[in-house]
Nanobody
Framework: QVQLVESGGGLVQAGGSLRLSCAAS????????LNWFRQVPGKEREFVEA????????AYADSVKGRFTISRDNAKSTVYLQMNSLQPEDTAVYYC?????????????WGQGTQVTVSS
């Protein structure tokens, strides 16, 4: 069992930055790839970025390339999403999710989400 708790969301102006954190707990947490997804009401949940269990490999959506960076500190059991140059279209609830591998399609565990709102 893995528990995920996100934090760091909030309101920011366009062009600003936020850093999201996801604290992972559980005996096997460090073995999972950790992902960030986001969802806008009425739309499907969208993949944002992911990082492998060891932190050596990452994957990202084209929509955030060059603006968002994922990182992982296994000593703290925490994954981060540094979001720069935020735009109103980045407004969403951001979720942390754990998958067995970097490119697994179905997360095994989800966090509760944190709201990010970008004003124009």
């Amino acid at each position: 069992q893995v528990q995920l708790v996100e934090s760091g969301g909030g309101l920011v102006q366009a062009g600003g930055s936020l850093r999201l954190s996801c604290a992972a707990s559980g005996r096997t947490a460090s073995t999972y790839a950790l992902n960030w997804f986001r969802q806008v009401p009425g739309k499907e949940r969208e993949f944002v970025e992911a990082i492998s269990g060891g932190g050596g490999s990452t994957a990202y959506a084209d929509s955030v390339k060059g603006r968002f960076t994922i990182s992982r500190d296994n000593a703290k059991s925490t994954v981060y999403l540094q979001m720069n140059s935020l735009q109103p279209e980045d407004t969403a609830v951001y979720y942390c999710a754990a998958t067995p591998t970097l490119y697994s399609s179905t997360p095994h565990y989800w966090g509760q989400g944190t709201q990010v709102t970008v004003s124009s």
